[in-house]
């Protein structure tokens, strides 16, 4: 296979952007959204519809609950935080599929998505069935 198409593919089997998750738990597809951070950054703001699991408290004991027919989408802060990348890293060694956010919670807000939590943002997308 061609080299550059082969890195492109493997790319977005492994990546996901903000308006391809929204649009996902929209259709309601099979995607449990990973908060990797710590609870407090969870509780302050998340996205949707995400659970929060730290990516330090990725244990087999900690997702034996977790159903493996799902893809996990793991996210953090964004681009100056490796938070997703340890937890996407960790649930695969799992056994789990996974994907990261690309941009994280910062590029969720940027693309106009809402969020909950005790500091929530409002979006500017509306009708979010997560």
């Not at 929209?26 to 995400?50: C, L, M, W």
């Not at 100056?80 to 960790?90: D, P």
Request: hydrophobic share 30%; glycine share 8%.
């Amino acid at each position: 296979m061609n080299k550059p198409i082969e890195f492109y593919k493997n790319k977005l089997a492994y990546e996901i952007d903000a308006s391809d998750l929204f649009e996902a738990l929209q259709n309601k597809e099979n995607i449990i959204v990973i908060d990797t951070r710590q609870a407090f950054g969870y509780n302050k703001e998340h996205i949707p519809a995400s659970i929060n699991l730290p990516h330090k408290e990725m244990t087999v004991e900690n997702t034996k609950h977790l159903d493996k027919t799902k893809t996990y989408v793991c996210y953090c802060d964004g681009i100056g935080c490796n938070a997703s990348t340890k937890g996407a890293l960790n649930m695969t060694r799992l056994g789990f599929t996974t994907k990261e956010l690309i941009g994280g919670i910062e590029w969720w807000k940027f693309d106009g998505y809402a969020t909950k939590g005790t500091k929530p943002t409002k979006g500017s997308i509306i009708n979010c069935a997560c």
